[in-house]
């Protein structure tokens, strides 16, 4: 029937003829050449694509090492675009053939089709690992593996990754690789001991690399591994005699006796280099104060003194006359010298982040905004990291908001934070605030909306109700008082304990003179303690409660309210006024 169906030119009645025969057949080479002659019935003639890749899978059914059939049912389901169907495909095959480039080919595929087509990353690393495993010295497969699991976050398998391509590498690219191996097991893993390990690994191999060099101060500085650290620091010393860096040599022989001295208790070693260094250069400030150092150690105060004076004789400008204004400021009796010192500090070495930090120290302390808010702009200007950058930012526009008054001020950095960060709630509310401040009433309504729809969705509760609060006062200072009371009742119902909620419906409730409800509102104040707030003081609650009284005829209670305030907030000169006006 074959042959009939043949000589009929009917391509669908020959292809239902093949497909039959080749089913029934019992003969498997026959079965198979009837198969490919019906793929190509069902291709050429009846140009249905999906007839052939079934006509495909039972011939590979028969005979799965026929690899034509393999590659054309390929070549179609690609075609096809259906991604499951195909990587399935190149799976079964990777997995029977025996050409290995073949295999590697195909695997290649599979791996790009489970990432980009299917989002299937554990597999497709999983036939990536089977590629480098098969062909250790595919750098592309590895790079293409990295990027997937650096992408994932998969820092352990990217260590692993990186350090079982380290044998394919050349010299150069190898330091390259041990560097970025230091990094990820610094960072990533929060293995310093690793990073550690392997920046030693650099230098042994190649032995001039600052980079490797600077890190690994860094990282031994940070883990008190001092004793590694007198070693790196003594053969830096003799490399840079070596070359004739005079002035270089000096500098690091100055910090590794501060470090003998400080850190490894070897104070006579210490004073043995700084002799060394003061025999050349009487003058050298550093190694003074490095000997200052060795005098502490030892207790010996009238040493320590003697040596900070030699080198303030010597006046010295940048960033050693700040380490040595640094030291005075140590050593200083009272905060006003203290503060005198870190300031020349700063003067000579602006960019000096520990000058910066204990002044801020000081002068939150002592309250001074201006000098909080100006020291706030520089520790924010050298932050490296983003966060860092972003909180000292807003910890300086809430210093401006709420101690300088400087609105304009707070509102243009928030400008140039929003640019950068245009959804972060806490940019948005300050944003508000200042807005608020600065009478932009409309503006801030806007905001202060659409935080309140951002909070919803992440059910912060409690910021909602400063929010709902702020709308309120809008709503009263535009002409809807009942609006007002209805936003505060809401946010009272969301925050029991806001302060400026409280206030502001205590307010409302007087103005419409629903005393007992003012009442209850103070009560709830005076309870929780909201004096601490800052907003408000005790006395000012107490007048408050006797406010209510009054408007409720119960001038008696006024008056203990009155005397209750006066004995917990002496100094408050309005309740004694009242109580004059009540005579009480």
Do not use: C
């Not at 801030?444 to 609060?469: C, I, P, V």
């Amino acid at each position: 029937f074959v042959a009939a169906a043949r000589a009929s030119h009917d391509p669908q009645r020959l292809h239902d003829a093949l497909a039959k025969a080749a089913s029934t057949s019992q003969d498997p080479e026959r079965s198979v050449a009837l198969w490919r002659e019906a793929v190509n019935v069902a291709e050429a003639h009846l140009a249905e694509p999906q007839l052939a890749i079934a006509d495909l899978r039972s011939l590979l059914d028969v005979d799965e090492t026929a690899t034509a059939a393999w590659s054309k049912l390929i070549t179609l389901l690609s075609a096809s675009g259906n991604h499951r169907q195909l990587a399935d495909a190149l799976r079964r095959r990777v997995g029977l053939t025996e050409d290995a480039d073949e295999r590697h080919e195909l695997s290649y595929r599979l791996a790009n089709l489970l990432v980009d087509k299917l989002d299937e990353p554990e597999d497709a690393i999983a036939v990536y690992n089977d590629m480098i495993v098969a062909r250790p010295q595919d750098l592309t497969a590895s790079h293409e593996l990295e990027v997937l699991l650096r992408r994932m976050e998969r820092w352990a398998d990217v260590y692993d990754l990186l350090e079982r391509k380290l044998d394919q590498l050349d010299a150069d690219r190898r330091i390259g690789a041990l560097e970025e191996l230091a990094g990820i097991a610094e960072r990533q893993l929060d293995d310093p001991s690793t990073a550690i390990g392997l920046f030693q690994r650099i230098l042994r191999e190649v032995g001039d690399a600052p980079g490797a060099e600077a890190a690994l101060e860094r990282l031994l500085r940070g883990e008190g591994r001092f004793s590694d650290l007198v070693d790196l620091l003594e053969v830096r010393m003799h490399r840079l005699d070596a070359a004739g860096e005079t002035g270089a040599k000096r500098e690091t022989a100055s910090e590794l006796a501060k470090i003998l001295a400080e850190s490894v208790g070897d104070g006579g070693r210490a004073s043995q280099i700084l002799d060394d260094i003061l025999a050349e250069d009487p003058s050298y400030v550093p190694a003074i104060l490095a000997l200052a150092t060795v005098h502490e150690a030892r207790g010996d105060d009238a040493g320590v003194q003697a040596a900070l004076e030699r080198a303030v004789a010597l006046n010295p400008e940048g960033p050693v006359g700040a380490d040595l204004h640094i030291r005075l400021a140590q050593l200083a009796d009272s905060p006003s010298d203290r503060r005198e010192h870190l300031e020349r500090a700063l003067s000579l070495d602006p960019a000096n982040t520990e000058v910066v930090a204990s002044l801020l120290q000081i002068s939150r302390k002592q309250q001074r905004w201006d000098q909080v808010a100006h020291l706030l702009e520089i520790a924010a200007g050298r932050a490296v990291d983003d966060v860092e950058r972003l909180a000292l930012m807003l910890e300086r526009v809430d210093v401006l908001l709420d101690e300088v008054g400087d609105v304009d001020g707070a509102l243009r950095i928030l400008a140039g934070v929003y640019e950068q960060v245009q959804d972060n709630l806490d940019v948005n509310r300050r944003i508000a605030d200042a807005l608020f401040q600065a009478g932009r009433l409309d503006e801030a309504a806007d905001m202060y909306a659409w935080l309140l729809e951002a909070d919803a969705m992440a059910k912060r509760n409690k910021t909602a109700a400063h929010y709902l609060t702020r709308l309120a006062r809008i709503s009263h200072a535009t002409g809807d008082a009942a609006g007002a009371v209805d936003r505060l009742e809401e946010a009272y119902r969301v925050d029991t304990t806001n302060v400026e909620t409280l206030i502001v419906l205590g307010d409302l409730h007087e103005q419409g003179e629903r005393w007992q409800d003012a009442l209850k509102i103070y009560r709830s104040m005076l309870l929780q303690n909201a004096d601490r707030s800052g907003l408000l003081g005790r006395g000012d609650i107490y007048l408050r409660l006797a406010s209510a009284h009054i408007g409720l005829g119960e001038r008696p209670k006024a008056a203990a309210m009155l005397r209750r305030g006066l004995e917990e907030d002496p100094g408050h000169a309005g309740i004694a006024q009242e109580l004059d006006r009540l005579g009480a």
